[in-house]
């Protein structure tokens, strides 16, 4: 079956990067990708594969059912784009003003579509069925992963295995990653209101300077990384928002902090929320003032089933070959495929699409090498029918 799905992948290769290129063209903000939707459930039905549609949503599903028994592997691609003026001057640069697909899932989900096609024309040679998941908003909370989850076909087929991908610019096209175990962090936005009492800046002993309080709660706030949190979880706190609408002799009567918690342990996560809640109240409270905290709890840390990870490290190292496989370190970026992940056992790995222009994920001139596809789709191909093939033995090594 390797050299069938090399050689398939490759005669599908013009239609995939045309694909690419018309998704970049058109990209749609989180939950909104109405025409982004319409464009893959047409292209799954002209292949021939079913489509089933997420609620009142934008999320699409298709199924491939294999001729031979078997479980069902999950695989999922991200439609949404991001809020982001294209700066790349690409012929098919973004046509839609303020918004580009800087994230990949562009190369996602027509990565998906191209395995898919080679898969269907496999389909009397494969074991169990394959769900295709296009979800929608993974840019914005709460995400789209838990509507897809939540709906009656997922539920209906849900799958033994779970199997996501994301790009990578950093490494080289040709190239893919796999981390066992944690790997991405869990992301929580911590919105703090400090209060205090303003007015004239000459004369603070009449204040209650909320200014220098939330100043005291940023630096204070740190103790939970250097102090509180253990020392084998990573943990990141960081604040990017100071609002202080002062002037230079004019104290406000209030200050807005808005930050990100991350970290890869669910337990610690609980825990430093009540930390930050109590200190940042604490610290308020000692100078008089208050301090309301508002935290948004995002998505969880993307864990790999290690057993079924190792697996499909060692499945595309007989695709690609030993060199061109690499061991991924941890990252402390966010994916609501954690969701998926939660619940089933499950596979995330990274492509590379490494390019001369050094671009980087969520920056207006990202540019993906295309050559990428020539390599990743029959990888993911390959990689799904292995795992269904394989499964009673996988089941005895997953962790």
Wanted: net charge negative; aromatic share 8%.
């Amino acid at each position: 079956m390797l050299s069938q799905i090399k050689s398939l992948s490759q005669q599908h290769n013009e239609y995939i990067l045309g694909l690419f290129r018309y998704l970049h063209s058109s990209p749609e903000l989180s939950f909104k990708e109405f025409n982004t939707s319409k464009k893959i459930a047409h292209e799954l039905e002209t292949i021939g594969i079913p489509v089933y549609r997420v609620g009142e949503g934008t999320g699409v599903l298709g199924i491939i059912q294999g001729e031979k028994p078997g479980p069902t592997i999950g695989f999922r691609a991200e439609l949404d784009a991001l809020p982001i003026q294209e700066t790349t001057g690409l012929d098919f640069a973004s046509k839609n003003p303020g918004v580009m697909h800087a994230c990949g899932h562009d190369v996602h989900m027509a990565n998906l579509i191209g395995a898919a096609k080679v898969l269907w024309e496999l389909r009397h040679n494969i074991h169990g069925s394959i769900l295709l998941v296009f979800q929608p908003g993974e840019e914005l909370l709460p995400g789209g992963a838990l509507d897809i989850i939540r709906s009656d076909v997922f539920q209906k087929n849900k799958p033994d295995i779970m199997m996501g991908l994301h790009i990578l610019p950093e490494m080289k096209t040709g190239e893919v990653g796999f981390r066992p175990g944690p790997y991405m962090a869990s992301g929580d936005e911590i919105y703090l209101t400090v209060k205090g009492k303003g007015g004239h800046a000459a004369l603070p002993h009449t204040l209650i300077d909320p200014v220098v309080i939330a100043s005291n709660i940023v630096v204070g706030l740190q103790q939970i990384v250097s102090r509180k949190s253990p020392s084998t979880v990573p943990t990141v706190l960081s604040f990017g928002k100071f609002m202080a609408d002062g002037a230079t002799n004019v104290i406000p009567d209030e200050v807005h902090i808005e930050g990100t918690f991350r970290t890869m342990d669910e337990e610690w996560r609980a825990e430093a929320h009540q930390v930050i809640r109590a200190l940042a109240a604490g610290i308020a409270k000692a100078s008089g003032g208050n301090c309301i905290v508002n935290i948004k709890q995002g998505y969880p840390s993307v864990f790999n089933n290690p057993g079924l990870t190792s697996e499909a490290q060692r499945l595309a190292k007989e695709y690609l070959g030993d060199k061109k496989v690499l061991s991924l370190p941890i990252r402390m970026t966010t994916d609501d495929f954690a969701r998926y992940a939660l619940e089933i056992p499950s596979v995330y790995f990274r492509i590379g699409v490494g390019s001369d222009e050094n671009s980087s994920l969520h920056t207006s001139n990202l540019r993906i090498n295309e050559h990428v596809f020539e390599q990743s789709v029959g990888l993911t191909a390959w990689i799904i029918t292995q795992l269904l093939c394989n499964y009673q033995n996988i089941k005895n090594i997953q962790r």
